[in-house]
């Protein structure tokens, strides 16, 4: 049977979200939808929500760290997100800030090019400092560089009373039949959404501006590969029923996705 607790998805930037969000949207009734953004300024968009208007939202999906549930009335809640490789994430984000002029760091980093190292040093984007621990542990606006051991024991805490699946991003397709099975999703189909378009890779970086995002990423290191390798002992778990529901929810998926593509082409991102 399934799950019947108010359910939120912690979109951590970078991490396939705009993809789920487009799955959630598909299983859920508008009126039990909620959403919300500018977690940096606070999410006021949620913020000036009515307490009725929250009372009603059985599924809240966007950038918003943990404790908003706090705002939400009675439960149970369960949350759910999605983690990638630290490196990866940064540079896809660095990569985003490129192509939207209304970042604050747009015409900084369009104009300057600033390294890692840079970045690191003046502290402005807090989220290069360890960004899904500070979500997760609920520490969102703690100054730059002050991450620590004691919030990513917060965070893995959180995980354990109020995340049943955490997902890693290059095992998306069996998180989304994870998330399917707990909560009785009828239409889990996607296509790619917001890819932003490919800049800088890791290969385009030598080993001083690596290091200089990795000593940011200490603990969402940690972090992810605690919960990569709990996704892996949950799938080998699941053993070889699992593996043919996936292959066959794959080939489904490609199917709607080119009947998605025939009929509602995505227009080609701005490079």
Request: with cysteine; net charge positive; hydrophobic share 35%.
């Amino acid at each position: 049977m399934p799950n019947k607790a108010r359910l939120i998805f912690m979109h951590i930037p970078k991490t396939a979200g705009i993809s789920m969000t487009s799955i959630i949207k598909a299983n859920y009734r508008k009126n039990e939808l909620g959403a919300t953004r500018f977690m940096w300024q606070g999410n006021p968009d949620f913020q000036e929500l009515t307490e009725t208007e929250r009372r009603r939202i059985n599924m809240l999906c966007g950038h918003m760290p943990f404790g908003i549930h706090q705002k939400m009335g009675e439960g149970p809640f369960e949350y759910f997100t999605m983690l990638r490789e630290p490196v990866e994430r940064v540079l896809s984000a660095y990569n985003d800030i490129l192509t939207h002029e209304d970042h604050f760091l747009h015409k900084e980093l369009k104009e300057n090019r600033n390294s890692f190292r840079e970045l690191a040093e003046n502290g402005k984007w807090l989220a290069l400092d360890n960004c899904q621990v500070r979500m997760i542990s609920g520490s969102l606006l703690i100054p730059f560089g002050q991450i620590n051991a004691s919030h990513l024991e917060t965070a893995l805490q959180n995980i354990d009373r109020f995340f049943p699946l955490v997902g890693v991003q290059h095992r998306f397709d069996e998180f989304v039949l994870q998330l399917s099975d707990r909560y009785g999703w009828k239409f889990p189909y996607y296509r790619k959404l917001h890819v932003t378009p490919s800049r800088k890779f890791k290969s385009d970086l030598d080993e001083e501006e690596l290091a200089a995002i990795r000593r940011c990423n200490t603990f969402d290191q940690i972090l992810f590969d605690k919960m990569s390798a709990r996704a892996e002992k949950t799938i080998a778990d699941a053993g070889e029923d699992f593996q043919k529901r996936l292959s066959r929810y794959r080939r489904r998926n490609r199917f709607v996705v080119k009947a998605l593509n025939l009929f509602y082409p995505q227009s080609k991102p701005k490079r």
